[in-house]
Structures are given as C-alpha cells and as structure tokens.
C-alpha cells in the first residue's frame, strides 16, 4: 500500500524536491520482491517512465533542475525490471528499449548528465540480460550495437587518428568515476547485445564491428580512477 501511495503521489503535480525523496523511497522499498508484487503494473511503470522522460520523443534535456528526478526514476525501474519478471515483460510491451536509446541519444554532447547515461546504460543492460526478445530488438530494430558503441566512444573520450585507429595518449589522465561507470554499464550492454552475433553478413555490420574492436583496445589501454576500477573497466 505504501508504494501505491507514492505512486499515486507522482501521478500528481508535485514539486521536484517532493518528486526526489519520493522514488529515493520507492528505490529503497522496491529491492523487496514482495513489495512490488501487487504494484507492478503498465500504469504504474508509465508513471516511472514519464518521470525519467523517457515518454518524450523530441524534447530535450534541459531542465537541469530535472535530472536529479530523472535519475531516481531510472534507479527505480533499474530496481523494479531486476526483481520483476511481470515488469520485464511489460517493457517489451511498452517499448521500453527504444524509449532509452532515444534518450541515450539525447545525452549526446550534453553537460550534467552522467548520472542519467549511466542508469539508463545500466537499464540496457538489464533488459537485454533479462529478456531475449529485447536483445533481440536491441540488435536488430533498434541499432543497439551502434548505439551502445557511441555511448562507449564518448564515455572514454575517443579520438581518432584513422578510420579504425584511436589516438594514444599515454600522459592523458584516469577517466573520472563517472566516465568509468558509464563505459563499464556500456561494455555489459554490448557484451549481452553481440552476444550470438557469430556471423557478420552485411558490409555496415562489418564497419560496425571492426569500428567496436578499435573502441575496445583503446578502452584496455585507458586507466580508470583507481586499481579496481580499471581491473573492472578491463
């Protein structure tokens, strides 16, 4: 009863403070199985999803003011996807893979909002962990690959010297924390979406994946903010 009082809490329009310490409440209460049970419906997670944007096609970030909102929102559906499977299959149902593509794409050449590329990374990765029909969309529909390999790129600031040659700058400094999470969450997602990809037939996928390779070795050269996280970033 709890949840659905903080869910129907969020249906209003409430003030951003308000809206924050609600989903930190809801994040909490939503790593119980039992809890989310009888709240776990397509209203429900339409709620979440409005809230972390991800309903809106064309609008962009702007609203710093936001972010903090849209960040909680992504934790919880982190939460909510990785404890239920009714809510695993309600996000196929409700398109929720290209939802986040399209607001990865947003993140592009923004400021402030790393915290919102790394759980909407994150929710990629669970989703195409946790549902084939959505890695299957991912690769197929939805141009996962390219997309999860962009996220890569910015997330270790890649410069290119040749087609499939990154720049070596060995005095360049550790990525920061966030720029190894977001990488980390971006290489789990691309490891679950390349997954079957045995053979590569068409001339893209092929730029597509010698594009990764190049990615890759860069990223085993990178050093993270310290020991762990690198030996975790490799």
């Known amino acids: 009863k709890l949840c659905e009082g903080i869910l129907n809490f969020l249906e209003k329009d409430t003030k951003t403070s308000c809206q924050v310490v609600c989903l930190e409440a809801l ?10 049970v009888p709240v776990t419906t397509k209203r429900n997670m339409q709620i979440l999803m409005r809230l ?106 890649v410069r290119w010297t040749e087609e499939y040659k990154a720049a070596e700058d060995r005095d360049r400094p550790p990525l920061s924390l966030q720029e190894t999470d977001c990488a980390i969450e ?14 590569v037939h068409s001339k893209n996928e092929s730029h597509q994946f010698r594009y990764m390779a190049a990615i890759l070795r860069h990223c085993l050269l990178t050093k993270g903010p310290t020991e762990d996280k690198t030996e975790e970033l490799h």
């Open 27 to 36: 994040r909490i209460l939503s790593r119980d199985k039992k809890v989310l």
């Open 52 to 157: 972390a944007k991800l309903d809106t096609v064309e609008d962009p970030l702007e609203r710093v003011s936001e972010f903090p909102v849209i960040v909680e929102a992504l934790k919880c559906l982190c939460n909510i996807i990785f404890n239920s499977s009714v809510a695993q299959k309600l996000s196929l149902e409700l398109n929720l893979a290209a939802m986040l593509c399209n607001l990865l794409q947003k993140c592009k050449d923004q400021q402030l909002v790393g915290d919102i590329k790394c759980f909407d990374l994150r929710l990629l990765f669970l989703l195409s962990l946790l549902h084939t029909d959505i890695r299957s969309q991912l690769r197929q529909e939805l141009q996962g690959v390219q997309v999860l390999t962009q996220a890569l790129e910015s997330s270790l600031s």
């Open 186 to 199: 971006a290489l789990k997602a691309l490891f679950n979406v390349t997954l079957d990809s045995w053979n």
